[in-house]
């Protein structure tokens, strides 16, 4: 009983641990996603709130927090309040089976970073995709309302359409690393960039990479896919009905979606936590001199800062990063930090590569949108799909 | 002993299903339902294969259901696209207003 | 040695311009068909040279196609001395005719579907050819004969020329009947339709049953290769387009009742009697179609009533007993009557599609390379040595001689008719005055570059192969005492032939009108192929019909069969008039009998013990 | 605790079965069955059937139930109106049967000694599906997908708009 209960005592530990990472994740991605569309527009984004906004999504949160939760009249109201609810646990309930790192000794404990490990952990992902469609479809149907109709409607159709090929994409991945457990998928990308699974394997998979990208593009709703919720076209699309905490849930139901499908792709195509390089060729240092060069740049800009404010915030921004590259210099903590850093350094970038996209393409028309993914995606996904199997059967005779 | 479940168990919840199964296809008057009905019987003989397939330890009962999805699949979207041209045809979802051929 | 791509190269031909053909540009087309056919010519040669020394036969076997019980046919092809011959014929002069078809068919609607078709007909010949069964044989049989039909009536807007086909198709059914026939009882004898064990084991049959067999078989070859009284489709079967009449009904498909009949020399040797009727039908023919040809205004339809009669000296030779020697014929034959056939093809098209030799005439000038290939062919069939067809011939002749003088008599009677018509319609095309109005051009040499080469073959390919000799292991010896006496009144016969035909249609040109006011009665009768046509129509054709009507349709069809039908409907109407009760329409009220129903079986079950109670 | 799971589940899957029968609008019978399959493939998990589980819950839950909201949603389809005669008179009754007859002989045919354990039977990985489906069952799985060729086929066949 000492096991079960030192094992039940680390899971809810490690479920604490991520739910608390998560959601200020997911409430910072919000405020980098302003900044990054903010600099792509050339326009300085957030910046009241707290130093260069850093405390704007608090102030978000206590917003939605107090605003009148509004009920309005004739909407089905068990599925009303259900939809919110069901699109926000379906969301989360992926990230339960995502690796983010190798297995940890914490004194006395063993454990993998990671909350459980399935045999079948991509079909469990899959499963809870499929189902978050019921969120938004039932959020437009019970509204009561046209355009959440309609947002409903167009979710619905697209998140069904883009499961096949994003299905297709992890597939051919797959095919190489011959597992379903997406922790032995990592560990079967082990020794530098060229044994990751978009370079990989008798067929690099870049298009089934490129394939996957896309459908996830529009499985979370994003731009240019963002046809369920096209504010000039359908006012807000199928969270038109929803305010407060409510509306909030959507929002994070998306970014939680965001964070799962780059992490899945992190994943299935680069690698998970593995550095690109061996140690022997400073894999190690490459944190370090990131965040020294960060820090570097904070202070410099902080002695020769334009306005006031600058010459207090940036030189203490500047120290904490240069304390961070010291932190990863520590033996202790190196062995658990540096998989963490691969794996968010990559995971960050395909999520910097979403809010890119957004600032960057304009929407899709809704039949392009269903001609593109049957006509072209689809295609294209059995296409590699067939190439990748007959080579691996091939190469694994 | 606490920690077992008898086989008969899953068996007698198979059937149970499967009557409400029945039981929706003959006592709703909604197509829709009625063809949901159809989907819960399924459900119900998808259990049972399963069961069998755990107690003979054997995978075949798996592959059974495999199959018995795929159809269920296939029945789903020759089915609905029926109800879409009936409801087209009738404007009604009503099972006891489709009883003829003909308009 | 991958046998198996000879046939396939022409299949793959068929397929490519069938579904593809009528996108491609014509040049595309013939390039695929030409191609394909050349390239099977060629693994042809590679396989002889791959086989070495030519004794031993080569079967390779690909597949089981029919394995039911006992029975297990495979696909199995087989090369021996006799296939190599057939092969070389088969896909030589098929290339030739391929080729020279570019320029007859270049003005013609529906270019791909002819060279689709033609190497269609090639892949079934090389089947009929390599197969080592009789049932792959007859797979071949039956697929060259459909090629036959379609490409009797390829004008298929024109009435005669699909009736020439339904004709072409019908008669040949009456001939595979009795292959069929042949074929069951082979099977019911000897439990097996593989050559090799149906030959070993008719070496210890009794001889009625082999005499059975072979009279059987002959049905069969009577219909394919146009003997008595089975001929009467291919005169009409010249409604294709010529190159067609060269290809199949001239040099390959009609000489497949030769092949058959030689390569089941075992069951003939063994059954005497049926050897004698293969003699006695051949020459019959041989005589008949002669006599025909003498009086036929039609270039094609003189050289059509031609080839039934070269047909009937190769089963002459057959059934005297020297194999070799009808194969010999065979592939002589197949030069100069594919060379007589494109040639008078080159005559129709110089002339834009006149066929009546009344309006030809002094064409020798205007397309004198046509003419001189034709000479060739003329001089070869005429048996004029040292051409080829002479030798041939010659070797028939003697081998009949030695069976039956009589048929030897008949034959050289009948080799001074050949001399006589084919002369008769050189005289007639290419000599004296041009009597008709359409203006006569040289071909093109896509033409007559296949015609020059079949030429020289009809000119020396009596000495460049020497068939008998290649064949001589294949077949039992049969002596052969050259008789020089023999030779020399052959070679009269058909210097008469030609002799008479110059002082008929060159010395005198209105002898000829006279000589048939005078013998009227004759003449009138082999003017109209000895009624044989109008026969048929009134013994077989008529009854037949008139019986169908009468019998089969007003009284079993309409009076039985439709009775029953019509008497088992009303009864189910009763019947459902009574159930239709039950169908509401109300799929719930059905949903609750299926219930109904599961419910009393799972009793049923219980009660009658199929479950523990 | 295998017990305690079971019955949870059961307990769930029966209720959300009434549900399904019960409740007058479509689209909350669809939702009851959707809670339905759920519940089976935690069953199925329990029976150690680890695809077919994933495979209920993707394929049943997640697109065939789909579209079937979807279609609910797109004939705005309400609450059914009581037409016709009612089939609980006969029907009712012989249900009861059923169900009893069936619960009889499985309390029959299987005596309690094969009992059910988590991990009891590995076999169902998609490891060893893939491999029966790809030998033993390499035929049937091809026909199956000329089935879905043809039901494709039928669906846009019968749903698409009438050409004049």
Redesign the interface.
Known sequence: MELLDSFIFITIVKAAVVFAVLMTTLAYLQWVERKVIAHVQVRPGPYRVGPHGLLQPVADVIKLLTKEDLLPPYVNKPLYLLAPFLAMTMALISISVIPFGPMITVGPVKTWMQLTDLNIGVLFILAASSMGVYGIALAGWSSNNKYALIGGLRSSAQMISYELPMSLAIAAPLLISNTLSLRQLVESQKGGIFNWNILHGPFPQIVSFIVFMIAAFAETNRVPFDLPEAENELVAGFHTEYSSMKFASFFMAEYSNMITVSALATLLFLGGWMAPWSVEWGASLVPTVIFAVAGATALYHGANAARKRDKRTLPVFGVVFLGIAGIFLLPVVQFWLLPLFWFAAKTGGILFLFMWVRATLPRFRYDQLMGFTWKFLFPVAMLNLLVTSFLVAWFTK | ?????????????S????????????????I??????I??ML?AV??SF??F???H????G??F???V??????????G??????V?KGRST?????????KN | MQLWLIPIFPLAGFLINGILGRRFSKSLVNTVAISSVLLSFLWVMHTIHAMGDLNTPRMEHYFTWIQSGTVNIGCDFLVDRLTIVMLLVVTGIGSLIHIYSIGYMAHEGGYYRFFAYMNLFMFFMLVLVLGASFLLLFVGWEGVGLCSYLLIGFYFDKKFATDAGNKAFIVNRSGDFGFSLAMFYMFKNFGSLDFDKVFHQAASAPEWVLTTIGLLLLVGACGKSAQIPLYIWLPDAMAGPTPVSALIHAATMVTAGVYMTARSWVIFTHAPGAMDVIAIVGIATAFMAATIGLAQNDIKKVFAYSTISQLGYMFVGIGSGAFSTGIYHLVTHAFFKALLFLGAGSVIHALSGEQDMRNMGGLRKKIPITFWTMVCAWVAISGIPPFSGFFSKDAILLAAYQHSPAIYWIGVVTACMTAFYVSRAMFMTFFGSYRGTAHAHESPAVMWVPLAVLAALSLAGGWIFPIPEFLKAMFPAFEEASNPVLMYISVVAGFAGIGLAYLMYVVKPGMADSLARTFKAPYTLVYNKYFVDEIYDATVVRPLVGGSRIVLWKGVDAGLIDGIVNGVGARCRDVGSVLRLLQSGNIRSYATWVLFGSVALIVAMGLLGGLPR | MDVILFLIFALIAVVCAINVVVQTHPISSALSLVGVMGSLAVLYLLLGAEFIAAAQVIVYAGAIMVLFVFVIMLLNAGAETRTGRSYLIPGAPLLVLFLGLLAFFVQRIFPDTTMVRFGGFTGGGPAEIGHALFTTYLLPFEVTSILILVAIIGAIVLARKEIE
């Open positions: 002993m606490m920690n077992a479940v008898p086989i008969s168990w899953f068996l007698t919840l059937a149970i299903l499967f009557a409400l199964g029945v039981a929706g296809f003959l006592f709703r008057r909604n829709i339902t009625v063809f949901m009905s989907e819960l459900n998808n259990l399963v069961t397939a755990y107690q330890k054997e995978v075949s798996h592959l259901t495999f199959f999805m795929v159809v269920a699949a296939a029945e789903a979207a020759v609905l696209a029926i109800i879409l041209t409801f979802l009503n099972i006891d207003d489709v009883n003829s051929m």
